[in-house]
């Protein structure tokens, strides 16, 4: 086992390099020369995403070099995916993110909706998730958890210090650290731009069907069943399963009331950013409405980029100049995960070898052989493979390897693939058993107040109600608002 251990990089880089080599050799599905040479490629790189043999932006650079070396596509074609429209929208978030927590606007924000929804136990940990699920929206959710972690932390030690007779800290301490995860996992389904795997298959969708998943009508179906979801959460986790009975607590508002007054007033920048925000958000909103004006043409992607343009060219009014001369500078896009969008594109890129080859076509309908004639049963396993499955893999390479073929079965089925590809992409952000299932879940599991079989008993029922509520919004509430009409 240590030998394993020890030797797991040579290994996991050797699994991925023989398990390409023999399908490339043997063909054991009889597929065309071009397809099997797609089907070895990109088998090479799930192997490798899955074993974390490399860093997943890395492996993702993989069809710039394989698919012209081996001829399944030109070099031109290949790195086509990698400036996919929808990768600006991404990126354009990011940047907003960015800005936002460099003025400390996120930490505002938590705080007075810390506030307002009052200090006994229960409306601490309801404000953190109505809190931690908004900022999620816009952030990332680790971003959104590193925020969060530490003034969680800081509660804990004030409600430790004046613990009152009769309550149970240690369920606060375990529940407070474990909605703070999943309300950053939960938050991050609600807009497109939320969390990676929602960006990666939408990017999927407009290349394959050239429809374009409008924010708004994103937000239409996701906000709402976000809401239930984070509603469920409160119920589930603090009613329920871990209840501490902990009364209102002068000492933790002191508390919070300490840190929003150590914040001081609004800054000059934080102002800026805030408008610049308000203003982008209300853009994607109300961008149907000003394209029937016929004076111009946007789109989310261009208003994203707007946004963040915005940002760079804004000064951010701070007279000594030590922070920052404009509200975003250069050097702030250090912090960015720029790898994400490398991963987004070389996922793109495999999906289209993938279905350029017919590959895709060929397991759509080999799996619709297996799907019975009830879709309602259908979308509901695809939910529970998703959910379960993200709990060991990557999310963003779960939909980035999952979408084409969830599309192809649909195509064979005759489904909308958005009734599948959507509620599969949903399900891969909810896992909430395993520490490694997502980054907030690592994040908060390193805080030494949750064990292992507390995360997995929680983790077990919140997948159990995930997976009703996606389905059933994904079943009756998504045809309503959204359906590709493929060309």
């Not at 596509?73 to 993110?97: C, D, H, R």
């Amino acid at each position: 086992m240590d030998w394993i251990k020890k030797h797991q990089y040579g290994l996991s880089i050797l699994l991925g390099i023989v398990l390409a080599s023999v399908v490339f050799i043997l063909n054991p599905f009889q597929l065309e020369p071009n397809a099997n040479k797609a089907v070895s490629s990109s088998l090479l790189m799930v192997t490798w995403w899955i074993t974390e043999a490399l860093p997943l932006p890395v492996v993702a650079l993989v069809p710039i070099v394989l698919h012209p070396l081996l001829k399944i596509s030109t070099i031109e074609e290949t790195t086509k995916a990698y400036s996919n429209p929808v990768i600006f929208l991404f990126m354009g978030g990011f940047l907003i993110g960015l800005a936002i927590e460099k003025w400390n606007l996120h930490k505002r924000i938590a705080l007075q909706i810390v506030r307002r929804t009052g200090t006994s136990g229960n409306h601490i940990i309801l404000g953190f998730i109505i809190a931690t699920g908004f900022l999620s929206m816009w952030l990332s959710n680790t971003a959104t958890t590193m925020m969060m972690f530490p003034i969680a932390l800081s509660v804990i030690a004030v409600m430790k210090n004046h613990e009152q007779p009769g309550t149970n800290m240690f369920n606060f301490s375990l529940v407070l650290m474990l909605v703070i995860a999943y309300a950053s996992n939960i938050g991050g389904m609600a807009t497109i731009i939320g969390t990676p795997p929602n960006v990666a298959f939408v990017s999927y969708i407009e290349k394959k069907y050239n429809y374009t998943v409008q924010f708004i009508d994103w937000m239409i179906v996701c906000v709402p069943l976000v809401i239930v979801l984070l509603g469920a959460l409160y119920v589930v986790i603090v009613k329920w399963l871990f209840p501490s009975r902990i009364k209102n607590s002068p000492e933790a508002n002191s508390f919070i009331h300490n840190e929003i007054h150590s914040l001081g007033k609004l800054s000059v920048a934080e102002k800026r950013v805030l408008v610049i925000f308000c203003a982008t958000a209300l853009l994607w909103i109300t961008k149907d409405l000003l394209n029937q004006l016929y004076l111009f043409r946007l789109d989310d992607n261009m208003i994203a980029i707007l946004g963040a343009l915005a940002l760079f060219a804004t000064p951010s009014g701070n007279r000594n100049g030590e922070k920052s001369k404009m509200v975003l500078e250069w050097q702030d896009t250090s912090k960015m995960a720029w790898g994400i969008l490398l991963l987004f594109g070389g996922g793109l890129a495999m999906a289209s070898s993938l279905e350029k080859a017919g590959v895709m076509s060929l397991i759509g309908n080999w799996l619709a052989g297996f799907s019975g004639n009830s879709a309602f049963v259908l979308v509901l396993m695809t939910v529970v493979i998703s959910i379960f499955l993200s709990e060991l893999t990557s999310n963003v390479a779960q939909v980035i390897v999952m979408a084409p073929v969830l599309a192809a079965l649909a195509d064979a089925l005759h489904l909308d693939p958005l009734m599948l590809g959507i509620p599969m992409t949903l399900a891969a952000s909810a896992a909430s058993m395993m520490p490694m299932g997502t980054p907030p879940n690592a994040i908060v599991f390193s805080s030494g107040y949750i064990r292992l079989k507390d995360m997995m008993k929680a983790g077990f029922v919140m997948n159990l109600v995930s997976i009703i509520i996606i389905t059933l919004f994904s079943w009756y509430v998504l045809p309503l608002v959204m359906q590709v009409v493929a060309k």
